[in-house]
């Protein structure tokens, strides 16, 4: 089955703890992304990979690092969580246009 | 950025009722897409609208695309209780990020 998995689904960390949400797909999939969600202000790009070895900044990448060392695993690497940071997140990967979503990461930070 | 705008951002209605979801654009596009998420969890693709076509249909899905006016509706017929959800419409922009329209909330009431 075509999915994209990620882990944990839920997390509760403190302030300045680094954090990995992992994220892999069983597509062969090229294009990879991070969004976050939050309310009032819908679905933000974090980052995103076009393929192995090649990743990008989306439109609010502060505070953020990814990875794309294999076509299948895109990791999000909050290296000092904050607040802010408090939020829904998603992996998507896409072949063409259309995008196959993750079931979301619900991050909270103390 | 969101380039998509979603009209209206939420809707309510009965059962068996007709749900129509509008969404505006800014920028000439190759294709639009819907997206619908329940709560919480990823975004599920439903349907795509390529730029030289003007209605697609999908179950009872059926989508329109007026380049022209840079819009498309969305619209679900005889709806069920498990169409509740939020439905997105989504472009895509540079690098291939998809850019998402704040949502419109569908709640139908059994």
């Known amino acids: 089955e075509a999915q994209v998995t990620q882990n944990p689904r839920y997390l509760i960390t403190v302030t300045g703890k680094k954090l990995t949400v992992t994220c892999s797909q069983n597509m062969n999939h090229e294009y990879m992304s991070w969004y976050r969600q939050d309310p009032g202000l819908g679905l933000r790009q974090i980052y995103y990979s076009m393929n192995v070895e090649v990743t990008d900044k989306g439109d609010v990448p502060e505070g953020y690092k990814v990875s794309r060392k294999e076509k299948r695993n895109f990791p999000l690497i909050l290296e000092s969580p904050s607040p802010n940071q408090t939020s829904l997140y998603f992996c998507?990967?896409?072949?063409?246009?259309?995008?196959?979503f993750g079931q979301g990461t619900r991050l909270t930070v103390v | 950025s969101q380039q998509g705008e979603e009209d209206p951002q939420a809707l309510s209605i009965q059962e068996g009722e007709n749900a129509t979801m509008n969404c505006s654009y800014k920028?000439?596009?190759?294709?639009l897409q819907w997206y619908r998420q329940n709560s919480g969890r990823g975004l599920v693709h439903l349907i795509l609208?390529?730029?030289?076509?003007r209605e697609k249909h999908s179950g009872r899905l059926r989508v329109t695309l007026d380049t022209s006016k840079k819009s498309s509706s969305l619209l679900i017929t005889a709806s069920r209780a498990a169409d509740t959800a939020s439905y997105f419409c989504a472009t895509v922009g540079e690098g291939g990020k998809l850019i998402f329209g704040q949502g419109t909330e569908l709640s139908v009431k059994p």
């Open positions: 609208i390529r730029s030289n076509e």
């Open positions: 920028t000439s596009i190759n294709n």
């Open positions: 998507a990967s896409s072949l063409g246009t259309r995008a196959f």
